[in-house]
């Protein structure tokens, strides 16, 4: 099935999916991007993610290159077009192109928007949640504006790269105290003694996740108890569970940090009760 992306106003063969040399997104990385899981040929979080894209966008000031209802219908298109039942859509917006300047332009630009999309094999992340990933913990050297899903994403690219680098999955960052801010692509949680949740308030140091604030949502409902709060690596280690979450990959059990096992270093049953409520409502709401 040949896959078809969407560039300025055109749907695409993917491989003729090209972007002029100035647009600002490839010079200063001014731009923003959402990604959408999809399961069961449905967009998940619809609707929340688009609201975080306007905030995004807002933030930076970045006009909307079309209303948000023509936005949702392209999402649907793309998956329709691409034929994905499981899967991700991936959306980016742009200031647009202009002569290289690195002031907003003067002149009136229209912003520029890419969407690619891909299959998923269900399969894969369910293997990665049975078996657990491995991680390790890296420095956070990013900017001061992670709440913003912009492609300013060096830091994290290095992160997962010190993973590879090391043979493990995935990274978490660290602030200077010592405490995680987040994965490299993901929120981090772990679960106390008491069974609570606990995750890092959301605030100008991480992105605030879809699928944290979902899983935030579904869990009080059910009656656990959510501490929003940062916690070092010290006591991720010697945390009951530790889990992190995204929207292409759902939930996935972390079992070991920096070498050492959490717990004994299986997934446990507080993060296969998250993802079951995960799932049942992705696939019901
Ligand atoms: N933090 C970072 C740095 C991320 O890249 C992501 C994935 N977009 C997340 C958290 C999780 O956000 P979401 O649940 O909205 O995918």
């Known amino acids: 099935m040949p896959r078809v992306s969407y560039v300025n106003g055109r749907f695409v063969p ?78 980016q917006i742009s200031r647009g192109v202009a002569p290289r300047d690195h002031a907003f332009p003067t002149e009136l630009v229209a912003p520029a928007i890419v ?16 078996d657990g990933i491995k991680i390790i913990t890296v420095p956070d050297i990013r900017w001061a504006r992670r709440d913003i899903k912009s492609t300013s994403l060096l830091g994290n690219v290095l992160a997962i790269q010190a993973a590879r680098d090391a043979g493990a999955d995935d990274a978490w960052q660290v602030d200077g105290e010592g405490f995680i801010t987040e994965g490299s692509r993901s929120n981090a949680w772990i679960v106390d003694k008491d069974g609570n949740l606990v995750t890092r308030r959301a605030d100008n140091d991480i992105l605030n996740g879809i699928t944290r604030r979902v899983i935030i949502g579904l869990a009080e409902d059910e009656g656990r108890k959510i501490i929003e709060r940062a916690f070092t690596v010290d006591e ?44 049942k409502n992705a696939l019901t709401a």
């Open 14 to 91: 993917h491989g003729d999916a090209l972007v002029h040399v100035e647009d600002r997104a490839y010079q200063f990385s001014d731009s923003v991007y959402e990604l959408w899981g999809v399961m069961n040929g449905k967009l998940i979080d619809h609707e929340l993610h688009l609201d975080r894209l306007e905030r995004s966008l807002g933030e930076l000031r970045i006009e909307a290159p079309m209303s948000r209802a023509a936005l949702a219908l392209l999402l649907k298109e793309m998956v329709r077009r691409n034929r994905i039942k499981n899967g991700a859509v991936y959306l």
């Open 115 to 130: 969407m690619t999309a891909k299959p998923i094999a269900p399969a894969y992340y369910a293997g990665k949640f049975k």
């Open 236 to 279: 991720a280690q010697g945390a009951r569970e530790a889990f992190q979450t995204s929207a292409s990959a759902g939930v996935i059990p972390v079992v070991e940090i920096d070498g050492r096992p959490v717990a004994n270093g299986s997934p446990g049953s507080v993060v296969t009760a998250v993802r079951e409520i995960y799932l």
